[in-house]
């Protein structure tokens, strides 16, 4: 059974759409929704936004059901200005951005037992590289590269380029680098797809709006194809 994790309604419920066989769970509070996407069994569940909420959720679909990998899913903002509203950035490597240790001589970004980053799954990427070439689509472009993720909705240029440099990273998003860090620690194989709803200029926020449902929907789209 597949794991996946979204952040918000929108994005949850784009994943649902494509669903069947659908039935529901509360745990904790939490609405897990198990059923297929094509043949295979998934469960979905939302974590809210942010690290903690995103670790809590991860931890708690890990225990609570067979999971033999984890799929985070949503929206991002890009790092990189060469991406644009719609295209899609697949992780292979996920960082915390604003993990800062580097008082006792750590770079920025490393985590005790975990390392600088965190690497997603080979076989899963392989297997994501294959849709990706299936899919043959040339409505928008997807990129294989570094995900940022940090405790703020990066709104300010200068914040976004440095992470871009510090990173190397594609895009920045709240949670999949906590996912990542569950999912490393429980011996979940993961794999990271986001799709670029906002740049980060200042006025982000507008277009992150209004754009949320398109990329939200991509998403769902790269998803089905890859199951």
């Given at each position: 059974m597949y794991g996946i994790i979204a952040a918000m309604k929108e994005e949850v419920q784009a994943i649902k759409d494509i669903m069947t066989d659908i039935k529901e769970e509360e745990i904790y509070e939490l609405k897990f929704i198990i059923g297929k996407i094509n043949d295979e069994k998934v469960v979905l569940v939302?974590?809210?936004?942010?690290?903690?909420?995103?670790?809590?959720?991860?931890?708690?679909l890990i225990n609570t059901f067979c999971i033999k990998s984890v799929v985070n899913v949503g929206v991002a903002g890009a790092?990189?200005?060469?991406?644009?509203?719609?295209?899609?950035?697949?992780?292979?490597r996920i960082v915390q951005h604003d993990f800062d240790i580097t008082a006792f001589g750590h770079p920025k970004g490393y985590i005790s037992n975990i390392?600088?980053?965190?690497?997603?799954?080979?076989?899963?990427l392989e297997k994501?590289?294959?849709?990706?070439e299936n899919l043959k689509t040339k409505d928008f472009k997807i990129k294989i590269g570094v995900i940022a993720s940090g405790d703020?909705?990066?709104?300010?240029?200068?914040?976004?380029?440095?992470?871009r440099t510090k990173f190397q990273a594609e895009a920045i998003d709240m949670e999949s680098a906590a996912i990542a860090q569950v999912?490393?620690?429980?011996?979940?194989?993961?794999?990271?797809?986001?799709?670029?709803?906002?740049?980060?200029?200042?006025?982000?926020?507008?277009?992150y709006e209004e754009f949320l449902e398109m990329a939200t929907k991509r998403c769902a789209e790269i998803i089905k194809c890859y199951l």
């Amino acid at each position: 059974m597949y794991g996946i994790i979204a952040a918000m309604k929108e994005e949850v419920q784009a994943i649902k759409d494509i669903m069947t066989d659908i039935k529901e769970e509360e745990i904790y509070e939490l609405k897990f929704i198990i059923g297929k996407i094509n043949d295979e069994k998934v469960v979905l569940v939302e974590s809210g936004v942010g690290k903690v909420n995103a670790a809590r959720v991860t931890q708690i679909l890990i225990n609570t059901f067979c999971i033999k990998s984890v799929v985070n899913v949503g929206v991002a903002g890009a790092a990189n200005n060469e991406l644009n509203i719609g295209d899609i950035v697949i992780g292979n490597r996920i960082v915390q951005h604003d993990f800062d240790i580097t008082a006792f001589g750590h770079p920025k970004g490393y985590i005790s037992n975990i390392g600088e980053n965190v690497e997603c799954d080979t076989k899963l990427l392989e297997k994501m590289v294959q849709t990706i070439e299936n899919l043959k689509t040339k409505d928008f472009k997807i990129k294989i590269g570094v995900i940022a993720s940090g405790d703020i909705f990066c709104v300010d240029t200068k914040m976004k380029e440095k992470i871009r440099t510090k990173f190397q990273a594609e895009a920045i998003d709240m949670e999949s680098a906590a996912i990542a860090q569950v999912c490393t620690l429980d011996k979940i194989p993961l794999i990271v797809i986001r799709s670029i709803s906002d740049n980060p200029n200042g006025n982000n926020v507008i277009t992150y709006e209004e754009f949320l449902e398109m990329a939200t929907k991509r998403c769902a789209e790269i998803i089905k194809c890859y199951l």
